[in-house]
């Protein structure tokens, strides 16, 4: 069980007032809030041992090099994969795939396909976009149903030895759809396509076994596990890393360089050209152990009984419509009431020192979808309480009274 007082007790911004009323943070899928053991991980590691990884024989670079290493098997552990040189660092779900989508060139060829679904993120349409305008291949979607649900019997038809490769994300930002995602890999591995999950959405609320799930690749950021913004992880197997080409060319990557030719250093540098973000990749595995140590288990839980007090209570409002309201959803709720501009609702709640997101949630497909410019959305984490939610519900009806 989940001890919430002392568990909010390890965040120090729930202290903090906006607008002069105490802080509630609902837009946890942006981005989460981070733990005093966090915030000290990344200090302690500038006042102590803060030095460049992988190129000095002096004592600090080889600590900052160590604990960089170590930070790294704490998260192949964490997510079950193979061997640790699965694990890149990157600066986040963008990156992670981004480099993939670059990688991957080599093995689409006109005309070929790359699959994804209707309630991506357009980090995970956007980098497919480009690939397949790169070397003439289709873009396809999964189209959903109106609860926000994935249709499987679309999916299957789609999905034909043209397609390369699927990208989808494990669970949806803007609905909160938890996607079947085990049955989409073994679907597309039958045609012999890899699968790429975003798990930007997954990562702070489940532990993936990516060799159980037997993914290709998986990528999270590490801002939304409670870790520091501008870290995160892609994790691909060790058979596709070492017949891709880098993205990045630069330090750190090379085993020789000359000017005629360059050969490229073994897994995982290969893939982290330059200095990286060795605070954030280091505070990363702070960021894991803290979750784990609250239980996923626990916070899964947790949220779970949020998410359904939080629609009793949001469906109690008039007009109040929520969208994505799939069968598995985590404790994301988006909403609109009645006509009014999902903008104007935020931005009286924040008056109130309540923190939602508005807008499209860069799914702007989603919305079209729903033929809405954008909903309001509240994110449920693992340190917020129900009297948060009533809160909410209380500004949301007062946004109601002064804009009708
Ligand atoms: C946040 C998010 C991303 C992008 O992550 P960044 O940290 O901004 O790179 C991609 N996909 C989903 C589902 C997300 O929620």
């Avoid at 976009?129 to 249709?151: F, H, S, T, W, Y």
């Avoid at 505070?283 to 996923?296: C, M, Q």
Wanted: with cysteine.
């Amino acid at each position: 069980m989940l001890d919430i007082n002392k568990v909010r007790a390890d965040f120090p911004i729930l202290n903090e007032k906006v607008n002069g009323k105490p802080l509630v943070y609902f837009d946890n899928a942006a981005t989460s809030q981070k733990p005093q053991v966090v915030i000290d991980a990344v200090a302690n590691y500038y006042a102590t041992i803060n030095s460049n990884i992988h190129r000095g024989v002096h004592t600090l670079s080889q600590l900052a090099t160590d604990a960089y290493e170590i930070s790294r098997q704490k998260i192949q552990q964490h997510i079950n994969a193979k061997h640790s040189h699965e694990v890149l660092f990157t600066n986040g779900t963008t990156h992670g795939i981004n480099l993939v989508a670059n990688g991957f060139a080599p093995f689409v060829k006109q005309g070929d396909a790359i699959l994804i679904s209707a309630m991506e993120h357009h980090s995970n349409i956007v980098p497919w976009q480009m690939l397949c305008e790169r070397v003439g291949a289709d873009l396809l979607v999964i189209p959903m149903n109106d609860k926000g649900e994935l249709l499987m019997d679309a999916f299957e038809k789609l999905l034909t030895e043209k397609v390369k490769l699927v990208a989808v994300n494990h669970i949806s930002n803007s609905l909160g759809t938890i996607n079947p995602i085990e049955h989409i890999i073994t679907k597309a591995h039958a045609v012999g396509a890899a699968v790429l999950i975003d798990g930007a959405q997954s990562a702070p609320h489940l532990r993936p076994d990516v060799q159980a799930l037997d993914c290709d690749f998986y990528t999270f950021s590490g801002h939304k596990v409670c870790g520091p913004t501008g870290s995160g992880i892609l994790y691909g197997k060790e058979e596709w890393l070492n017949k891709m080409p880098p993205y990045q060319g630069g330090g750190e990557m090379i085993k020789e360089v000359t000017f005629e030719k360059t050969t490229y250093a073994d897994l995982p540098h290969k893939f982290e050209a330059g200095t990286p973000n060795i605070a954030g990749g280091i505070v990363l595995g702070t960021a894991i152990e803290y979750l784990n140590s609250v239980g996923l288990d626990n916070i899964m839980a947790y949220e779970q009984e949020l998410l359904e007090y939080g629609t009793k209570k949001l469906l109690e409002i008039e007009g109040l419509k929520i969208y994505g309201t799939a069968q598995n959803k985590t404790s994301v709720i988006s909403f609109n009431v009645g006509n009014i501009h999902p903008y104007d609702i935020g931005a009286i709640v924040d008056k109130m020192g309540i923190a939602v997101r508005t807008g499209h949630h860069c799914t702007q497909p989603v919305m079209d979808f729903f033929k809405i410019p954008g909903t309001v959305r509240a994110s449920f984490s693992f340190y917020n309480t129900k009297q948060e939610i009533d809160a909410l519900v209380a500004s949301v009806l007062k946004a109601q009274r002064m804009l009708s």
